[in-house]
């Protein structure tokens, strides 16, 4: 099968001027600016079949967003090469443009003081819709997204999720081929997110459009996504199912002490990489939602023995490590669960901090 | 029709279905506002109005002159109220719009839609000045016939006061690209209205400029926007000299038609659409 997007060694540098503080730091900025070069992205290489639905992940300042743009014709690549449905993106040929859509979760595409249906019909006109169509399409997506109700009020007066279903109809409405989703869960509660994405499944379900989702909900990943593309300080570090970066007979052993040790000693009594150890909040034994969440200042300021333990481990190696513990520590509860996506994703993060990537793929 | 015929169509620029939906959304959104949208027709074209009232009548009625320039007092009141109709078409603030796109990267919106970035946004904006054109040419025709002022006249003059308001806005847009660089250009875009109110004869007639100076006007395009439309419309200008400006009007199109295309190129080179 041809691939519909081709990315080879993809590299992206930014410029940007360093401010210092105060009058010094202004009059520097006119006489003598300082420039900071930054390298967004890496040698990226990746391929991706028609009707995939993948999801591109990483830390903030990865080169996610940096990726969507390159792909999608607004930013051209500093070296390297982009291509999707088999044009040069930066060109943006009219027909190029005809069949992709970008949604940015933090930037309104529609028009703020109009109806979201006045937009809609402008749109149609845009990509020469016939009416009969566009009413049909129209008509999916409002029911699909349950915000019929809301097509004639100004989109200023609309909810955030309200106004995230409106920004996605409005990029979809032309049925594309390519659909860039960057964080389009972003600041949506519960039950919108989960509409959104039921959405999301279902069309490309049914168009087989090609989509490739940034997010950091990984429920939005593990649930919509069959490859997953994580990066790390603009490198590409995984690409493969999302299976793939779960470890075969991998656990997760939760353990609450009597009173918890802290994270080295639980190391150098086990035996076990820090990075493999991690102290859970007593508010959050899941750690669910997003994985980029700084520890609240409450959650830190808890006491740290009322937190669990969670160890990464292989199966048969539960019992030893039980054991060392056992003779150390006073273990009061203790159960062994299956490692989550979430908390291999976090585990790659982390590493960002330490050590430079190891390339999987 | 066969996707052939629908992209030579649209190679020649003749879909003219989403412009038309274009200048009706545009409407729809400056009048959003009622009382936002008529007092900003109201101050943009009675302050400078009431600037030259107060100052002819200084000169005229407290200082005693009867003529300045050639122009007596009466002439210099029908030229006030002639710049009253064509300030309203001069310019709207959509360069204003392209310059904050650039800024804070929602021109990344426009960039993926399959029509032209400036030209959407030239046509969205100019929807309200469309309208008030008409009805400025309707009321200028009613009371020109009044004055004994030809409705022919004053249909050409407003025809050349569109052609200002396009040369207008594809100045900003050009302008507008210094923001791919700087990040912003609203002081430029501010001096260039400032210029325009001088040299577009808004709040004085061009001809009052001393001889040795009036070159500068001559050579800019700013006095097609209200001065040109107000010699014609009140008789100071021949049919024929009429059409030599209109040529020139052709020509200032062409011309920056040809800067957006180079500075626009050169900006997207630069561009990194900041913000998410």
């Not at chain 1, 010094?24 to 070069?37: I, S």
């Not at chain 1, 028009?111 to 049909?136: C, G, H, K, Q, S």
């Not at chain 1, 939005?220 to 570090?237: A, K, P």
């Amino acid at each position: 099968m041809t691939p519909v997007i081709q990315a080879k060694n993809i590299s992206r540098t930014f410029r940007s001027t360093q401010k210092g503080e105060g009058l010094k730091g202004a009059l520097g900025l006119l006489l003598n600016p300082q420039y900071r070069v930054h390298e967004a992205l890496k040698n990226v290489s990746f391929t991706l079949e028609p009707g995939s639905f993948n999801g591109l992940i990483g830390a903030n300042g990865a080169g996610k967003t940096t990726l969507l743009k390159i792909l999608s014709g607004l930013i051209p690549p500093t070296t390297g090469e982009a291509r999707v449905l088999g044009y040069e993106p930066f060109k943006r040929p009219i027909d190029f443009r005809r069949q992709i859509a970008l949604v940015m979760g933090q930037k309104a595409q529609l028009w703020w003081d109009l109806p979201a249906m006045d937009a809609f019909d402008l749109l149609r006109a845009i990509y020469n819709i016939p009416t009969p169509v566009y009413r049909e399409r129209l008509h999916t997506l409002t029911e699909l997204l349950d915000v019929k109700h809301h097509l004639n009020t100004q989109i200023r007066r609309l909810s955030l999720g309200e106004r995230m279903k409106m920004e996605l109809i409005g990029a979809i409405l032309h049925w594309p081929n390519v659909i860039f989703l960057d964080e389009p869960t972003i600041g949506l509660d519960v039950l919108a997110a989960h509409k959104l994405r039921e959405f999301l499944r279902v069309f490309n379900h049914r168009e087989r459009a090609t989509i490739i989702l940034t997010s950091h909900n990984m429920d939005d990943i593990e649930r919509l996504c069959s490859r997953v593309l994580i990066l790390r300080s603009g490198e590409l570090i995984y690409d493969g199912a999302p299976g793939g970066l779960l470890r075969e007979g991998e656990r997760r052993l939760r353990i609450r002490f009597l009173k918890t040790p802290p994270l080295e000693t639980l190391a150098q009594a086990t035996g076990i990489s820090p990075e493999l150890i991690i102290l859970e909040s007593p508010d959050e034994p899941d750690r669910g939602g997003n994985i980029e969440d700084e520890p609240a200042a409450e959650e830190q300021k808890k006491d740290p023995e009322e937190r669990a333990v969670y160890f990464t481990i292989r199966h048969e190696e539960i019992m030893g490590l039980l054991q060392k513990l056992m003779s150390q520590f006073t273990i009061v509860d203790m159960g062994i669960e299956e490692q989550s996506l979430e908390a291999v994703i976090q585990r790659l993060y982390e590493d960002e901090k330490t050590s430079p990537p190891e390339v999987h793929s | 029709m066969s996707g052939r015929a629908a992209n030579i169509r649209r190679g020649l620029g003749l879909g003219l279905g989403w412009r038309v939906a274009a200048l009706k959304n545009g409407f729809r959104d400056a009048t959003v506002y009622r009382i936002e949208f008529i007092s900003e027709i109201f101050g943009a074209a009675f302050v400078p109005a009431a600037i030259q009232a107060v100052l002819w009548y200084a000169i005229f009625k407290v200082g005693g002159a009867t003529e300045i320039a050639g122009m007596n007092y009466s002439e210099l009141v029908r030229y006030t109220l002639a710049t009253i109709l064509f300030t309203q078409i001069r310019g709207g603030d959509h360069d204003f719009e392209l310059m904050e796109m650039i800024r804070t990267g929602q021109l990344s919106n426009y960039l993926l839609r399959p029509v032209g970035v400036i030209e959407f946004v030239y046509i969205r904006g100019v929807a309200s000045r469309l309208l008030i054109a008409g009805i400025c040419l309707l009321l200028g025709m009613g009371v020109g016939i009044w004055f004994g002022l030809s409705p022919g006249r004053m249909l050409g003059a407003m025809f050349l006061a569109v052609l200002g308001n396009v040369i207008h806005y594809q100045i900003g847009s050009v302008l507008a690209t210094i923001a791919f660089l700087w990040e912003d250009a609203y002081s430029l875009l501010m001096v260039k209205n400032m210029a325009v109110s001088i040299l577009s004869g808004e709040l004085l007639p061009l001809n009052l400029f001393p001889e040795a100076t009036q070159w500068v006007w001559k050579s800019l395009p700013f006095y097609l926007y209200v001065f040109g439309p107000a010699q014609y419309a009140l008789g100071h200008w021949s049919h024929v000299e009429f059409a030599r400006n209109l040529a020139i009007a052709f020509l200032w199109i062409l011309f920056f038609w040809g800067a957006i295309r180079i500075s626009w190129k050169w900006g997207m080179k630069t561009y990194v659409s900041v913000g998410g």
